[in-house]
Every structure is written in C-alpha cells, then in structure tokens.
C-alpha cells in the first residue's frame, strides 16, 4: 500500500524524466527514417538483457542482425553477414541463456548457425557445420530448452539429423545419427516437458517410418518412443503439448488413423487416448491447458481430455481456429490469463470470421467473449499477454482495419487500445515483446513502414492514511554500476524499485540490506524501502554502467 506522499513523489518524478516516459502507445526512434519498413511484419524480436534485438534494414547492409537500447535509443548493427546491401536471411531465431541463435546466409549463399552474445551485443558464426554446402536447411527445426538448443542440421556426412547447442562453438555437436549413414531422418522438435526434463521429436528412418522419439539432451537418451505405425509406413505426427508430466500428441495407425496419444516418455507409458469407434477424426491444434489438454478434431469440433476416452468431451460443436486448418496452433494464436483459455476461431464454418473466445475447460464456459466487428468479418491474430491482460491485434468495425486492441477477460472491457495508423489503412501491430515493464511491439504506419512502438502502463497506488514517510536509510554507492547496500536500525519489509516511467521493475520481501542491478539497464530509478512499522523511504538511485 502506498500513501499520497508516495504516489505524489513517484509521479512527480514521471513528470520529470526523459520525455519519452509517458504513459501510452509511442513510435520510437526509426532504424531507417522514411517510408520503407525497418523490420519486416514476421521479424522475430527477442528480449535480453534490458535490449532488443531483431531482424532490421537500415537500407546499407540489407536485413541483419541488430540490438535496440531503449535506455540510449539507440540502434546497433551487430554483424554485416552478408556484406553489403544483400540480405542474410536470418529466420527462427531462439534464446539460449544469454545467447540468440539463428540460422544466417553468407555472400556465398551458404545457411550456418550463428549466435548472438547478448550480453557484449557481439555476434559469432556458431559452427560451419557444411564446408561444402548450406548446414541448415529448409527443413530446419528448433526448440530451446534448459538442456541446451536442440536442432536440426545436414553436415554433408550424416544427412539432415538431431543436433544441441549450449552457444559455443565447441558444445555445437550431432547429437545423434538417427537414420545411419547419409540418408536423413528429418527430425521436427514438438515439445520440452520440464518435469521428464525431455525433448518430444518426430524421425523418419527406412525400418520404421516416421514415428516419435525422446531426448534429454545425450546420445543414449534419444530413442525411439514407440512404434506407433508398425512397418516402414509414414505415420502423421503432426502437432504435441506437454501437460504435467505427460506429452500429449497426434499419431497415425492403419487401425484408428490419427488420433491423441499420450506418453510418459517411455514406450510401456505411451497409449491412445481416444480411436475411430468414438467418432474422433483428424485431431489437430493441441494446447495445454492445466493438467489437460485441449484439442479440435472433426472440422470445427473443440474439445478437452483428461487422458482417458471417458474424460475427453465436447466443448463446442462449431469452431474453426485461427488459422483454419492450422497444424500446431499457434502460440500467438491462444493465452492462458487467470486460468482461461482465450483464442481466435470462427464459428460460422467459412474460416473467415474470427472472433475472440474463451474457455474455462467447460461447455458452458466456452463462449465468444465479444464481437469484434459485429454484423462483419472479424480477424483477431497476435494474442499476447502483459500485465495480467491481452493484447491483440483485430480486423473491427473501427474503419475496418486492424489496429491494437486490449481485454482484462471482460467482454465491457475488450476495447481497441489504440488507432495507430489513422486513415483507412491498417498498422497490423504484431511481435509482441515484453522489456523492463513495458510491451514492445512493431506497427506500420504511413510513411514511415513497419516500426518499433511501446506501451507501458502506469503503475496503480492506493491510499492508506496510517503510512507516513521517514528518512532513516543510508544508500551507498549512489550513483552505482551494479549494486547498492542499504544501512538501516529499522526493520525492511519489502523493497520496491521503479523505472522512470513509475513501472516497478524489482520487488524483494524480507530485509534487505542490498540489492543487484544486474539485469537492468543504466538510467534513473526510484527506490521504496517499506518498514515493518508501515513508514517507508524513498531514495533516487542513479546507475551507471
């Protein structure tokens, strides 16, 4: 709780930062001032280390790899790959610890791996993995997990195979040859469950087909699963969640066709969940949803299972996800918020519709949240959670074009947050980022093209007359590169830190007598040191790094 002294302090202190500390949805600095697009609309932005870093074009060095510092506004180009105005196709990029990893194309036209350093904004060819020819390809499958990134790869030896990265050059190895010799197996990495500490994948060999496999990250930890489709068949494995300490997925039989299977990582604990007796067809579009999982099959049939055919039941009879048909439904396509499910399907059959709906695991609770666009074809896309709400992007009856929107989970409270783009063209807000509190995300607007643009909210206070202020801390170093130490007689409860835009950045409980800046940028915070007795102080700290 916060008293008026406080809330006055820490506005007052808002009003007087830099100018770009307000409160709304604002363009930033572009990284090529005019009309063309800086960053394309399906550019991959990553948060690290308090900066961005993306996919940019400054118009000099083509598309590459730069970093953005919001603290300094400024852009960086980390590493001209592909020398000159030619563009180095970077595409799936993925965090790993402190490194991003991503495949690239030199002058030669030959795909690598390459890593980002995100701590020292350096960049590093990771491993040329094909002296003679491209080590990536387009089938090129990534999933980053704590037992390092796993991904796919043809060395020009072993054909297109399973192999694991921890960042550095000399842990960048093959994991394993599942198909011997140089034949291929083309893994495509599903899903990481961290309670097995295991990594879902499908592998074709010629003995076998294409079927599911296991790994945890070691030569003999990566196996077969099961043999779902007896033969040299091709079973369709096509989509997988992990949910507990199961993985969920699709897999094709000459007996049930596809259906949901379930495993617990070993083949004796991998069974079917539901079969062809049921009138279950062609399921697709699996999401994880507490300890079940939610599915469509049949066309435009949602459904939730428990594990078990008795437990897998009917929520609607008429949706169609977003994007109808989609395989492996995409994670910008549902949030869980507050334990409910809400995405964008249709459910007038045409799949051109697509409102915004909810679940909460039930028939009844299943429902359209709100129309869109009412009396006209909605287009709900990009659902992303920030601060306990949903941001989206949506096709409305606002001009008819898609612009930002907000919900709290509300239908009188699923609004357009803002109209970036006036006019009759539409900003298409999309890459949703989280940094330092605030939500990052790329617009197109008029003569200016595809951009970077932030929204932060203001922080909330309530007031209680029995809190007062004091001034009975010592804070030292101040200003200070990396940490403070904090002397008091007095016993802390809780310790709040806030940026300049009045956002808490860092929240400690318990008494604390120093505090690690290590993960946040340089600038101006405002320290709020609550004592046991309800008083608190309130300290201008200043970091340099």
């Given amino acids: 709780m916060y008293n008026l002294l406080l809330k006055t302090i820490l506005w007052i202190s808002v009003f007087f930062c830099v100018s770009h500390c307000i409160a709304q949805v604002q363009p930033l600095k572009e990284l090529y001032p005019g009309p063309e697009s800086s960053l394309d609309f399906k550019t991959s932005i990553i948060s690290a280390n308090g ?98 990134l796993f991904f796919t790869a043809d060395d020009g030896k072993n054909g297109e195979e399973l192999w694991i990265t921890d960042g550095t050059s000399i842990n960048t190895i093959l994991l394993k040859d599942i198909e011997v010799g140089k034949m291929s197996s083309f893994p495509e990495l599903y899903s990481y469950n961290p309670i097995l500490k295991k990594v879902l994948f499908a592998a074709t060999t010629q003995s076998k087909g294409r079927e599911y496999y296991i790994s945890d990250g070691t030569p003999l930890g990566t196996y077969l699963l099961k043999d779902i489709n007896p033969g040299d068949l091709i079973g369709d494995t096509r989509s997988a969640c992990s949910v507990d300490s199961l993985f969920y997925f699709i897999a094709e039989d000459d007996k049930d ?20 007796s049921s009138q279950f067809n062609n399921p697709y579009s699996l999401i994880p949803f507490g300890n079940k999982c939610l599915f469509f099959a049949n066309g435009q049939q949602f459904y939730i299972t428990d594990g078990s055919l008795t437990g897998t039941i009917l929520l609607s009879n008429s949706l169609i996800p977003y994007p109808p048909g989609f395989i492996n439904f995409n994670t910008q396509s549902w949030v869980n918020l507050n334990n409910k499910i809400y995405f964008a399907a249709d459910q007038t059959s045409t799949g051109e519709n697509m409102e915004l709906f909810v679940t909460d695991g039930t028939k009844d609770g299943t429902k359209l949240l709100k129309e869109i666009f009412p009396g006209g074809n909605a287009y709900v896309t990009n659902l992303f959670k920030f601060n306990n709400k949903i941001y989206f992007s949506a096709y409305g009856a606002h001009k008819e074009r898609e612009e930002l929107w907000s919900s709290d989970g509300s239908n009188e409270n699923t609004k357009l947050l803002a109209d970036i783009n006036p006019g009759n063209e539409p900003s298409y807000p999309n890459n949703f980022v989280i940094l330092d509190s605030c939500l990052y995300f790329t617009a197109d607007v008029y003569l200016k093209g595809n951009e970077l643009f932030r929204y932060c909210e203001s922080i909330t206070t309530s007031v209680d007359d029995k809190l007062y202020t004091s001034k009975r801390a010592s804070i030292y170093p101040n200003p200070t590169s990396n940490t403070i130490n904090i002397i008091t007689n007095n016993e802390i409860s809780k310790i709040q830190l806030f940026n300049c835009l009045g956002v808490q950045v860092k929240s400690l409980e318990g008494n604390i007598d120093q505090l690690n800046f290590d993960n946040l940028n340089k600038g101006i915070y405002y320290l709020v040191i609550n004592y046991i007795d309800k008083s608190n102080d309130i300290e201008k700290l200043i970091l340099n790094k």
């Fill in 51 to 148: 900066k961005l870093f993306f996919t940019g074009n400054d118009y000099i060095s083509g598309k590459e790899p730069f970093v953005f510092d919001p603290q300094t506004d400024k852009y960086t180009l980390l590493m001209d790959i592909n020398n000159g105005n030619s563009s180095s196709g970077i595409f799936s990029s993925k965090l790993f610890n402190d490194f991003i990893i991503f495949p690239a194309k030199d002058s030669k036209e030959d795909y690598e791996l390459y890593a980002t350093n995100t701590k020292f904004n350096s960049v590093i060819l990771l491993k040329n993995i094909n002296a003679n020819s491209s080590g990536i390809s387009d089938y090129y499958s990534s999933i980053s997990t704590p037992l390092g």
């Fill in 257 to 276: 066709g596809k259906q949901i299977w379930k495993s617990d990582g070993t083949q004796s604990g991998t069974t079917q969940v539901t079969n062809i």
